[in-house]
């Protein structure tokens, strides 16, 4: 089973709206999407395709090689199906893999019984085959295999991320409620920054958006922080090729940025760890890392991007502090940025309320489980009556 040159369906997924920040990337890197959809884009291409994929995409979170389809209403026609595949030309009998699943047949009570149907049915087709078997288990850093099965449909795919993408290597200490990776490069893809002039990260945490907004003005790919993928671990892998696309991404990112990136925060602990993260993505030289209030952050004269990223507090019954904090960013967005583009990441629409300046877009994003909003800030230049405030 030649994979790495037979072109197949593959998926990208991604979390819940980030989809048209991932439709974007992989058209970016030149592939022809055939359709989009809520976590995902779908295209074609071999597992050879998917290798600068995985190296280049930071929107994504696993990148899926179909490698059949079939009718299953219930587990025994599940094992018969497996069983026809020729996993002895995928998983090496010396090897070791594991299985996911997203399933929703009335048949199955818990994923982990399909899980354990899909491992039978490989490892019972490579003894036969082989005279020996691979070993499997829940980890996730050799070959994977995915199977989608909603009602009688099954497909099963070669996941050729293995671990998610979603996370992007260089984040050792993540710190208080750290932004996914890929959220928050998701996030300023949408503020439209054009990468060339100030981005202003107060109350920067664990350094996320700072990072990300380096990595992205430098053209710094998150597969140069890694060096496992699912693909490594498949039958016919040619390691020239995943090095060869390496060297075309260090030799693309610049250096040096002619511009200000600039990440503040009162506490001494969360600066600490931005800097550690930002050494780890070798971008520390690149960023102005402040310890101060948020409302003493230093901002360049050149106009940019401004973005918060401020604790969300309880849906109901929201806390007074907050609320002053809140009300505090809108005052030091309307003061100190003006001509800058401002955007504040919430998942508290009653807070976002005490920002006090009218959001000219509201772009809709999910942390985890949590239904978020980017608002959009026009900071005009001027007197205070070009400000519009919320009523």
């Keep these: 089973m030649q994979v790495f040159h037979t072109k197949s369906k593959i998926i990208i997924t991604c979390n819940k709206r980030l989809s048209p920040y991932l439709h974007q990337e992989v058209s970016d890197l030149g592939y022809t999407i055939v359709r989009s959809f809520s976590t995902g884009v779908e295209l074609e291409g071999t597992v050879t395709d998917c290798i600068p994929l995985n190296l280049n995409l930071r929107c994504a979170s696993q990148i899926l090689y179909s490698i059949k389809s079939f009718t299953a209403d219930n587990p025994a026609r599940l094992y018969k199906e497996l ?5 002895e030309e995928l998983i090496d009998f010396s090897g070791y893999f594991s299985v996911t699943s997203n399933v929703d047949n009335e048949t199955i009570t818990t994923p982990l019984f399909a899980n354990v149907k899909v491992k039978d049915a490989i490892v019972d087709r490579i003894k036969e085959k082989k005279g020996l078997r691979p070993n499997s288990g829940a980890e996730q850093n050799k070959a994977v295999i995915h199977l989608y099965w909603k009602d009688d449909f099954a497909e099963v795919f070669i996941d050729t991320s293995g671990e998610t993408l979603a996370k992007h290597g260089y984040r050792k200490i993540p710190g208080k409620a750290p932004m996914l990776e890929a959220l928050a490069a998701g996030t300023i893809m949408a503020t439209g920054w054009d990468r060339k002039s100030p981005f202003i990260n107060p109350m920067c945490g664990s350094g ?13 790919s998150p597969g140069l922080f890694r060096m496992n993928y699912g693909f490594m671990h498949i039958i016919g892998y040619d390691e020239q090729v995943f090095f060869t696309e390496r060297r075309k991404l260090k030799d ?3 250096k ?12 001494e602990d969360a600066i600490a760890v931005s800097e550690n993260n930002a ?6 030289h690149l ?4 310890l101060c209030d948020f409302a003493e952050t230093e901002v360049p004269e050149e106009k940019g991007v401004v973005f918060f990223n401020p604790e969300y507090g309880e849906r109901l019954g929201v806390h007074s502090k907050l609320e002053l904090t809140y009300k505090r960013i809108g005052d030091f967005m309307k003061t100190n940025c003006k001509g800058y583009k401002g955007y504040i990441f919430t998942g508290n629409p009653d807070l976002a309320k005490k920002i006090g300046l009218k959001a000219s877009k509201r772009m809709e994003f999910y942390n985890g489980k949590l239904d978020c909003r980017l ?9 205070r009556r070009t400000q519009e405030r919320e009523l």
Excluded at 279 to 284: E, F, L, N, R, Y
Aim: aromatic share 10%; charged share 25%.
């Design 83 to 87: 069983m026809e595949i020729a996993w």
């Design 256 to 267: 040096t940025l002619d511009f200000k990136i600039v990440a503040s925060d009162i506490s």
């Design 208 to 220: 996320t958006l700072a990072i990300e907004a380096a990595l992205l003005a430098t053209n710094k």
């Design 287 to 290: 960023i102005d890392f402040q």
């Design 279 to 284: 050494k780890t993505a070798g971008v520390d």
């Design 252 to 254: 693309q990112a610049t």
């Design 375 to 383: 608002l959009e800030y026009e900071l005009y230049e001027g007197t």
